[in-house]
């Protein structure tokens, strides 16, 4: 028989089936007989969730049945659950500990453990303490490292700024950062050609939504360097 017209059928000789058509049949019904997969994580925590919705609805019930009982004083399921997670965010004793080591290292003394706690709750731990001294800043003071930290001022931002040529004290990086200037926003304006843009300037600009793509596009109409006033006086005129 010529090869070219040689036809030859792989055949089962029980079912007569094609025996890839077996093959790709048995796979697919064995994949569909195995059950899905969960991640443990996922199984873990969904009944944990579901240990303290039953918890907190059991207190609930059983406050309604003892209202004159001061044991039970869970107000709603949400309260308890809220509480919970709460409890569970708390710093523990051994971080407090050391904590506090590190900072009567950096000379801040007698703090207790509702100072620390006080402090981490403004976002002021050691280590951002640290960071910030070593920046130059070696007679911060917690209030101080308070109001940086509520302010949203990063030892990146402060870095950063510091390398960009700016001398600037607690006062200054507040009152940056809460007018939404950032680092970035300021090497911007420095790859402009106004590098010596100052504090004040920045803020205007943040105050005032200048952008950098608004300051290259006057520049391009432009044949001479235009003076950064006159980009900030035009972005006023025009708002």
């Not at 390398?163 to 004290?169: F, H």
């Amino acid at each position: 028989m010529n090869r070219k017209t040689q036809h030859r059928t792989y055949q089962s000789e029980s079912t007569g089936k094609d025996l890839l058509d077996s093959y790709i049949d048995k796979k697919v019904n064995k994949r569909q007989e195995e059950p899905s997969y969960e991640p443990p994580v996922k199984k873990r925590t969904g009944r944990i969730i579901a240990a303290l919705i039953i918890l907190a609805a059991a207190l609930y019930f059983m406050n309604g049945l003892n209202s004159n009982n001061s044991i039970f004083t869970v107000t709603s399921p949400v309260d308890f659950v809220e509480s919970v997670i709460n409890s569970t965010s708390e710093p523990s004793q051994d971080l407090l500990n050391r904590m506090n080591d590190l900072m009567v290292e950096m000379g801040y003394l007698n703090l207790t453990d509702d100072d620390l706690r006080s402090l981490r709750a403004d976002g002021v731990t050691a280590t951002y303490i640290s960071n910030i001294r070593a920046l130059g800043y070696e007679d911060l003071t917690l209030d101080d490292a308070r109001r940086l930290a509520r302010a949203d001022v990063s030892s990146a931002f402060t870095a950063m700024m510091i390398e960009l040529g700016y001398e600037l004290d607690v006062d200054d990086l507040v009152e940056l950062r809460n007018a939404g200037v950032t680092a970035f926003y300021t090497s911007n304006v420095h790859d402009l050609g106004y590098r010596d843009v100052t504090k004040e300037q920045l803020i205007r600009m943040q105050t005032i939504g200048l952008t950098t793509s608004l300051i290259e596009e006057l520049q391009s109409q432009q044949v001479e360097d235009i003076p950064l006033e006159d980009v900030i006086r035009y972005r006023i005129s025009n708002q």
